[in-house]
């Protein structure tokens, strides 16, 4: 077991850019880069400043190069992979960095589907993945979210599920975005 002190969370329902639906990677950004520099994003919504910025130096949240570009900004080191596995998440932990993790929210677990979305793991047990979630809590069998909000805060969700939203294709095809200090 490992798990990070995060303790921010931002929650993408609250965003003042008028990209609220489309900016999950850009909280889960923002969060990484408040827990490894504190004073780099001040304010209760400051995902939204992160957003902005990200917007201004002419990407898009979902490009992973806009978010890579932004994170040198903020003197933080981003790195994007689509082959990540989950040793290579618990491996990133284990070194204090926390990992933004793409995965598929729509339909049912044994067929997920969608646009993807973007969480903040900061931790994991045997059995669960430790997150942020910045759109609330998922409903990882189902599909879709049983709660939005401020449910998604360390949230849990069980490896089993996690995994087959996370790696549709099978292991070594996860999205993974690791942060660290720069």
Known sequence: ???????????????????????????????????????????????????????????????????????????????????????????????????????LHHGPVSRPRGGGHWTLGFGYTDVHLVNHDPYGEADMVNGGYVTIGKGGKGVRYTWRNFNRRWQPEGPGHGYLMSYERA
């Open 1 to 103: 077991m490992s798990i990070l002190k995060v303790p921010q969370y931002y929650s993408q329902n609250d965003s003042q850019t008028g990209h609220s639906m489309r900016s999950c990677w850009s909280s889960t950004t923002a969060m990484a880069i408040k827990f490894l520099r504190p004073e780099a994003l001040l304010g209760s919504n400051a995902d939204d400043d992160y957003l902005r910025l990200l917007l201004k130096l002419g990407g898009d949240t979902i490009y992973p190069w806009a978010h890579i570009r932004t994170c040198r900004e903020y003197g933080v080191k981003a790195t994007y992979t689509q082959t990540a596995t989950i040793e290579d998440f618990k491996r990133t932990i284990d070194a204090g960095k926390p990992c933004g993790l793409g995965w």
